[in-house]
């Protein structure tokens, strides 16, 4: 589907073509005050604004980066915008580089139980497949566990991530308990000393109570046996999310204790400057994002060259 | 979550009373604040800029009665502006050709196309009695042709099968000729959810629609989409002829910008809402009510839908035969009521949907939690069946026998038993001959004031 040409580009090659386009709306704004190294006035302040609204840094936290250039320009220690751009990209990185963790599964844990949660369409499946490519490679032995036992047909997408990998699945159907499949894949995995353990869960939206309760015992029960499990929890968010991705952090976090964040279809035109805002107000580890369909898309999280490619890297 | 847009509107007009006329001076902070409250919703920064001028143009000589307080007065212009701009209430869907008539739907992964292809195929064959099949191009994805496999049937649709060998041009043709044997009268197609920027996949759909020549060419867009919701419905409806959206995921607890953002970019109107997981969830739009829940003014028609769907009728009239023939109120129906409050999504929801419930002081939101209903429920679980019905009976050994067996302490218990006592003393009222009168007429006064919010209770 994609370019092949374009796959030995490495990482900040793909990372900044996905992110291309977010680099079209804020450089468009950033680079107009680059030129000729103006003064800054209001105008370019509301540009710069308006460049991070657009990307779905949200009023708030827009508000908050703002604020922090605004004494430093009054003092003169910023007297233009060459000088503006690179204090924003160092407020910038600095939000979001304490987020930066390289995801390992524990090896102390036989099996380490990785859980993948997230709101309808977010791509838990895809996300959980590419993971599970990621690993096997890596040489674990791996056990996937259908729990998204609602969506029709979501147990054979992940038995054909499963087949592609060379992956035991283990399900028990559409409108089976989602608890009993986790505990069962769990259990099976202890049995044979199999490394992890990648469980998916139905997509819910946050608001609805009753699901979420659902999802929390879908987690009660992986740590029957194991107190420490799940040793992950993974919610996997779509890049056009808007400013409702901050309420399902909060949400799922109160259910299910969100341990890191995946963030998927990056390679579109949808930025995820919601990142920001995300990482004011809960900061949690990011473990991946998708920069594209194949499987080598899904990235480690990098701040810096995250930032950059949303900066356009001038 | 819970300041409500009048409120921060009033403030911006805080001393305006005075003044006669709203003029661009007087307004530029509320229009401001306007403006926060979209991009909080998730409008696109271009929608809302042509709005907020709209809004200012609108609103610009308007003269503030006395009466009324210029926030809620201005909240109104910006509603009335905003359900303009929505347009018209529930276009149907355009069946006026040779069948099988064809449906092609677009959108992003993860959008809900495939979902909403069950939920349309149901829609047309419940309310319109048409004959349905469906079909899927999707050969990208893992299992989206059996996916909608198993909706097909569980929606009583024609399954044409399709296979991911296959060319999505060639799979639709082929569909077509299929439907016409079929002698179906409608065939939607089902597409591989695509980023707009790639160029191949939307060449791919560009010439399914070239193919195909749908009456309807449906945009599926999350309503949980940010600002990217305008990129993508200019790029989606420059490649393609759209004839309608529809957004999906409207059940949670966003805001749903996004319906404006589309509408404004497309021009395209808004046909459906998906409201819900199951198959039977999608609702005709309204554009009203997009508006009232964009500026989070609550959303009391939807709420008063969904109690009609999800509060058991049978219960319900059981306890009001019961309460008529003057039989007290039980704890037994007490638990029912609480059991119907969780099933309607907690009271969290509920808050949310109400109109005013901003004017709450922040404290008492927190307060309301869905804990404390369980918690009741859980109480009233470990009664025996005698105490329920004739709750004097409990004393205090009783007490602590069902705090123990509910894993509560005594003053939990009685808490309980306090509150059921209040709410047996209303049922009374109500139950009074003339009671339930007496109370709608106390009703219909509140509506008389044009639906404005409880005044703010410190």
């Known amino acids: ?314 | 979550m819970f300041d409500s847009l009048s409120d921060r509107l009033t403030n911006t007009l805080r001393g305006l009373s005075g003044k006669a006329r709203l003029t661009e001076e007087n307004i530029a902070d509320t229009l401001r604040e306007v403006r926060r409250a979209l991009l909080e919703a998730d409008v696109a920064l271009p929608v809302v800029k042509d709005f907020v001028d709209a809004v200012s143009r609108r609103a610009v000589g308007v003269t503030v009665s006395s009466a009324l307080n210029p926030g809620e007065e201005f909240v109104k212009i910006v509603h009335a502006q905003l359900v303009e701009l929505m347009g018209e209430d529930n276009d149907e869907l355009n069946l006026n050709a040779k069948p099988p008539v064809v449906i092609l739907m677009a959108g992003l992964q993860g959008a809900g196309k495939t979902t909403t292809v069950a939920k349309l195929a149901r829609y047309l064959a419940e309310r319109q009695k048409k004959k349905v099949s469906v079909v899927s191009a999707d050969v990208y994805r893992p299992a989206a042709i059996t996916q909608l496999q198993t909706l097909a049937a569980e929606v009583g649709a024609t399954f044409i099968e399709s296979s991911t060998d296959e060319k999505p041009l060639a799979i639709a043709e082929r569909a077509v000729a299929t439907a016409r044997t079929q002698f179906a009268d409608v065939l939607i197609v089902d597409t591989a959810g695509r980023l707009a920027i790639d160029d191949a996949m939307m060449a791919e759909i560009q010439s399914l629609q070239g193919a195909l020549q749908p009456t309807e060419t449906l945009f599926v867009v999350d309503a949980m989409t940010g600002q990217d919701a305008a990129n993508t419905a200019k790029a989606f409806n420059d490649a393609l002829t759209l004839t309608g959206v529809v957004l999906a995921k409207t059940d949670g607890d966003a805001r749903g910008g996004a319906a404006l953002s589309v509408r404004a970019i497309t021009g395209k109107p808004i046909k459906f809402l998906g409201v819900g997981e199951k198959v039977d969830a999608l609702e005709p739009f309204h554009s009203d009510r997009i508006a009232s829940r964009i500026l989070g003014m609550g959303d009391i028609l939807s709420l008063i839908e969904e109690a009609e769907r999800k509060v058991d009728k049978q219960k319900a009239q059981r306890l009001a035969k019961k309460m008529s023939r003057g039989k007290k109120f039980d704890l037994e129906d007490f638990r029912d009521q609480l059991q119907q409050m969780s099933n309607m999504g907690g009271v969290g929801s509920l808050l949310d949907k109400l109109p005013g419930m901003g004017q709450l002081p922040a404290g008492v939101a927190d307060q309301v939690d869905d804990g404390m209903f369980k918690k009741m429920e859980v109480i009233i679980s470990s009664m025996t069946p005698h105490e329920r019905r004739y709750p004097d009976v409990i004393n205090g050994s009783r007490k602590q026998r069902i705090a123990r067996g509910s894993g509560t302490a005594v003053p939990d218990v009685n808490r309980l038993l306090k509150q059921h006592k209040q709410m047996q003393k209303m049922m009374k009222k109500v139950s009074k001959k003339g009671g339930m009168q007496k109370m709608m007429r106390g009703m219909q006064g509140l509506s008389q004031q044009g639906g404005r919010p409880m005044p703010r209770r410190r």
């Open chain 1, 1 to 314: 589907m994609s370019d092949e040409d374009d796959k030995g580009g490495g990482f900040f090659k793909r990372l900044s073509k996905g992110l291309s386009k977010t680099r079209g709306s804020l450089a468009a704004g950033v680079g107009n005050l680059i030129l000729g190294e103006k003064v800054i006035d209001e105008d370019v302040l509301e540009e710069l604004e308006t460049a991070l609204l657009l990307t779905d840094v949200g009023v708030e936290a827009t508000d908050k980066i703002m604020a922090s250039l605004t004494p430093r320009i009054k003092r003169k220690q910023l007297n233009n915008t060459v000088a503006l751009h690179a204090a924003l990209a160092d407020e910038l990185k600095a939000l979001l580089a304490p987020l930066e963790k390289p995801f390992c599964v524990d090896t102390e844990s036989k099996p380490c139980v990785v859980m993948f949660v997230g709101v309808n369409g977010a791509g838990k499946t895809t996300t959980l497949g590419k993971i599970a490519s990621h690993l096997t490679a890596q040489g674990r032995s791996l056990v996937l566990a259908a729990g998204d036992t609602f969506r029709a047909a979501a147990v054979e997408q992940l038995q054909e991530w499963g087949h592609r990998n060379a992956v035991e699945v283990i399900a028990q159907g559409q409108g089976a308990d989602s608890a009993s499949v986790v505990f069962d894949a769990v259990a099976s995995a202890r049995a044979r000393g199999i490394d992890v353990v990648l469980a998916d869960t139905a997509g819910r939206l946050q608001a609805k109570a009753n699901l979420m309760e659902e999802l929390s015992k879908v987690k009660r029960v992986m740590a029957r046996d194991d107190a420490s499990a799940p040793h992950e929890v993974l919610l996997v968010l779509d890049a056009g999310t808007g400013q409702n991705a901050l309420s399902q952090l909060d949400l799922f976090d109160q259910a299910v204790g969100v341990t890191g964040l995946v963030v998927t279809k990056l390679d579109g035109t949808a930025k995820a400057g919601v990142l920001f805002a995300l990482a004011a107000r809960n900061p949690k580890p990011i473990y991946f994002i998708g920069v594209g369909e194949g499987i080598e898309d899904l990235r480690p999280f990098d701040a810096d060259s995250f930032v950059d490619a949303l900066l356009g890297n001038l």
